[in-house]
């Protein structure tokens, strides 16, 4: 466990050290896997400010950017080994650990914001919740809402599957994203997320999918030329803590983390909504040319509902637990 313990000195003048004498104050690190600016950025700026007003200055929370503390995968083993305390990380680098979290990133099932709070924030989440302790020693206790993840590429605008053809699609290394685009007729290359920038410059992919949020933040705008409004996949973003650390905090520090956590997940809901057209018009107007797909959809979501689906049904808990959600979505 990684958590600097310092028996704080007693106070020599009052107001410099928030904490009483003795008392154990514990520095926790937050990893995030993207640049600084984004969704991921907001949901740990705001769960700190929060989590050290909750804990009187006794504790604080640093947070580490752009990968600092490794991979976004890497970051789940090292929460789970009590190595990293918190990571603010892509769900869909958690599934490979918790499988039954694929519910959320089935193509299509999430249609909307509203849907995405609806499902993380009712039953189905707070079952997935415990899933990922079970299964992969994290503890999540609080969401960044990202938005859809569009297609971006340097080559040309796409709106149809078959434009595809041909095109180098980075995908993280998830076995749904994967089996998506494979229903659309490619082969996509699987890639951790801290190679992604230098990838695209590169040209070593042509192109990959994110939130229009953190297209900006990455700063992808400046290796992207085209983007394509897909709502295949909705990123959820979900801030993890390791369980063993979290079960070593005495019960207020445990509360304070429980309900910095739902506080700044609801921030989060609210950013989105507030940030995401302010960013969208930003990219176009740095030149970025912004297509929809042609059709309503229709053709990705045909292709990918009907492939995609039935292949995890298993994975996730059976097809009851996709039914769950989608009625819970009322559908
Ligand atoms: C990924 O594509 O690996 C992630 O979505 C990146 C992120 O966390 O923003």
């Given at each position: 466990?990684?958590i ?5 000195l ?10 009483a004498?003795?008392?154990m104050a514990?520095?926790f690190k937050?990893a995030?896997?993207?640049a ?8 740990g700026?705001t ?13 604080t ?19 789970a080994l009590?190595t ?8 869909n680098?958690?599934t490979?650990f918790s499988?039954?979290v ?13 849907d ?5 924030q009712g ?29 971006t ?10 434009d595809?053809?041909?095109?180098v ?5 998830n076995e749904?994203?994967i089996a ?11 890639m951790?997320?801290?190679?992604t920038?230098?990838?695209?410059q ?30 295949y ?6 801030l ?5 650390v ?8 445990q ?26 018009k ?12 042609a059709?309503?959809e229709?053709?990705?979501?045909e292709k990918?509902?009907?492939?995609v ?11 009851a ?10 559908r």
């Open positions: 466990m990684n600097k313990k310092t028996v704080l007693p106070l020599i003048t009052a107001g410099l050290l928030a904490a004498p003795g008392v514990a520095k937050m995030l896997g993207d600084a600016g984004g969704t991921q950025w907001e949901l700026q769960f700190k400010t929060l989590f050290e007003k909750k804990a009187a200055g006794k504790h929370v640093d947070l580490f950017p752009n990968g600092q503390l490794g991979d976004e995968q890497n970051t789940v083993n090292n929460a009590g990293l305390d918190f990571s603010v990380l892509a769900i680098n958690v490979p499988p039954t694929g519910v959320l990133t089935l193509p299509y099932v999430i249609q909307s914001a509203e995405a709070k609806k499902l993380t039953p189905l989440g707070k079952e997935l919740t415990e899933n990922t302790i079970r299964d992969a020693g994290v503890r999540i206790v609080g969401w960044a809402y990202s938005g859809f993840r569009v297609l590429n340097s080559k040309k605008p796409v709106t149809t599957v078959a595809l053809k041909g095109m699609i980075r995908v993280p290394k749904i994203m998506t685009y494979q229903a659309w007729g490619i082969n996509p290359t699987p951790a997320w801290s190679e920038f230098t990838a695209l590169q040209g070593v992919v042509d192109g990959q999918d994110n939130p229009y949020i953190t297209v900006s933040a990455m700063k992808f705008n400046e290796v992207q030329k085209y983007i394509t409004n897909v709502r996949l909705f990123s959820l973003e979900p993890i803590v390791s369980e063993s979290f079960q070593d905090q005495k019960p207020e520090v509360k304070a983390i429980l309900e910095a956590g739902m506080e700044a997940t609801e921030h989060s809901y609210k950013y989105l909504l507030e940030t995401e057209d302010k960013i969208k930003d990219l176009a107007a740095k030149g970025m040319q912004i297509s929809d797909a059709d309503g229709k053709e990705f979501i990918a509902t009907k492939a689906w039935p292949k995890f049904y298993e994975s996730i808990g059976g097809k637990k996709l039914d769950q959600a989608l009625k819970s979505l009322g």
